[in-house]
Structure formats: structure tokens, C-alpha cells
């Protein structure tokens, strides 16, 4: 019996069940062990919750991640389009592959993680944007990176998970990406505009 094992028993009971009917004894039962065994890890449903939360946003930033790294290590180098692309594909795969595991747990996130904990990771996908955005080879200079980075993710992060959350059968990933990038286009095109993107 892993922690692994735990959460893997609590999304399947929680995709049958809902969070509020979910109990420490339906998880232990799906496990296949005593309900004192997976005390032994978790102090309540709340906190595997919290944990399962965890482990799938970090497969999310491990998944943005590698797409940084391909667009930062490009040879020739690659466009803001380009690069928005890969995060956006990334972003979107990975959630859409997780499907139904995937709708349950954005529907608990802000319920089950700890303010601090929600910021952090957040943050840390933000971080990756800003990165790959800054190596695009069109990326003009003078921009508040970190504010467009910050408006850029939520603004992915956004549209996949209400495309999750709300819609019973799923577009296309390809067709999330599309909608994606046209949201992006304008919200940068109107930003670069208006001139407010610049560092004060």
C-alpha cells in the first residue's frame, strides 16, 4: 500500500460518488485495505484529496515543462505563435488525456488546497510561461514579462478547465488549442496596442 495506491482509489471512488459522499472507508474498500491502513498515510479525506490534487498538477508542470524546454532549446529559435502553441498543446493534452480524473479534481481544487499551496504551484506554471515567452525570437524588449506570463497562463488555465468542468462531451484537443491561441492573439494584440505591456 502506496500513497500512490491511496489516491489513485480515492479518484476512482470520487468519480463514482462525488466528494461529498466520498468516505475514508469507500477509499480504503477500493484499495483493498483496512480504513487504519490508509489512516496510516492521510489524517482524512480531505487531506488525500489535497495530496491527489497535488501529484496531478505537478504531472501538468512536468508536462509544461518538457514544452519550455523544447521551445527554449529550439536551434533556430521560435516565435511567440510557436511557443504559445506548444505551452497551449501541452496544457491542453495533458488535461484532456486525464478527461473525467481531471474534471472531478479541478471541481475540488480550490476546496481541498491550502491558499498557499494553490499560489505556489500557480506560480510556478506562470514562471514556466515567462521563460518560454522571453526565448521567443520575436519577443519584443521592454515587456512586463511576468505580467503578460501571469495573463497568458490564466488565460489557458482558464479555458481548459471550464472546457472541462462545464461541457459534457469534449471538443477536440485541437479545437481548444485554436480557441486558446485566438484569445491569446487578441489579448496580446490588444495589450501591444494600448502600449500597457511595457515595464514602468
Not at 133 to 161: C, E, H, Q
Request: include cysteine.
Amino acid at each position: 500500500m502506496t500513497s500512490a495506491a491511496i489516491q489513485d482509489a480515492f479518484l476512482l471512488v470520487l468519480l463514482e460518488k462525488g466528494y461529498e459522499k466520498t468516505s475514508m472507508r469507500d477509499i480504503s474498500n477500493v484499495a483493498g485495505v483496512s480504513v487504519g491502513s490508509v489512516y496510516q498515510y492521510f489524517p482524512g479525506k480531505d487531506a488525500v484529496a489535497a495530496m491527489t490534487v497535488q501529484t496531478w498538477v505537478r504531472k501538468l508542470s512536468k508536462a509544461l515543462s518538457s514544452a519550455v524546454d523544447g521551445a527554449v532549446q529550439a536551434v533556430e529559435g521560435r516565435t511567440v505563435r510557436e511557443v504559445l502553441r506548444l505551452l497551449a498543446q501541452a496544457q491542453v493534452n495533458t488535461m484532456l488525456d486525464g478527461g473525467a480524473r481531471w474534471k472531478v479534481l479541478c471541481s475540488i481544487e480550490r476546496r481541498v488546497s491550502p491558499q498557499a499551496v494553490y499560489n505556489r504551484s500557480y506560480q510556478h506554471n506562470v514562471n514556466l510561461f515567462q521563460k518560454a515567452l522571453a526565448s521567443a525570437v520575436d519577443w519584443p524588449a521592454g515587456l512586463d514579462d511576468a505580467r503578460l506570463a501571469f495573463n497568458a497562463y490564466t488565460i489557458v488555465d482558464s479555458l481548459v478547465k471550464q472546457t472541462l468542468l462545464v461541457n459534457s462531451a469534449l471538443p477536440s484537443a485541437n479545437t481548444v488549442v485554436d480557441d486558446i491561441l485566438l484569445a491569446l492573439d487578441g489579448y496580446l494584440l490588444g495589450a501591444l496596442g494600448r502600449g500597457s505591456v511595457q515595464q514602468s
